[in-house]
């Protein structure tokens, strides 16, 4: 069982920047394929960004290319999102994930979230 707790949301103006982090625990996840995802009132939960387990190779939806950056930090089992230059559409809550292996067939562990709201 892999254990995943996100932190480092908030209230942030458009233009601005936070950094959220994901710390597992229970097993390494080295192994694992690691997620982002977020869901707004009303809508339902979509993919952000991901990092495979191996290569670090990472991925990103169209909406947030550029202004979002995935990393993990396998040493210290912690996954990183850092947004910058934020837009009111970006407000949600936002989840992390992992699976092992890769995540062609999703995700396997989910946090509890992080609220990340963006003014204008």
């Known amino acids: 069982q892999v254990q995943l707790v996100e932190s480092g949301g908030g209230l942030v103006q458009a233009g601005g920047s936070l950094r959220l982090s994901c710390a597992a625990s229970g097993r390494t996840v080295s192994s694992y394929t690691m997620g982002w995802f977020r869901q707004a009132p009303g809508k339902e939960r979509e993919f952000v960004a991901a990092?495979?387990?191996?290569?670090?190779?990472?991925r990103y939806a169209e909406s947030v290319k550029g202004r979002f950056t995935i990393s993990r930090d396998n040493a210290k089992n912690t996954l990183y999102l850092q947004m910058n230059s934020l837009k009111p559409e970006d407000t949600a809550v936002y989840f992390c994930?992992?699976?092992?292996?890769?995540?062609?067939?999703?995700?396997?562990?989910w946090g509890q979230g992080t609220q990340v709201t963006v003014s204008s």
């Open positions: 994930a992992a699976v092992l292996g890769t995540d062609r067939t999703g995700y396997d562990y």
């Open positions: 990092i495979a387990m191996s290569l670090g190779n990472t």
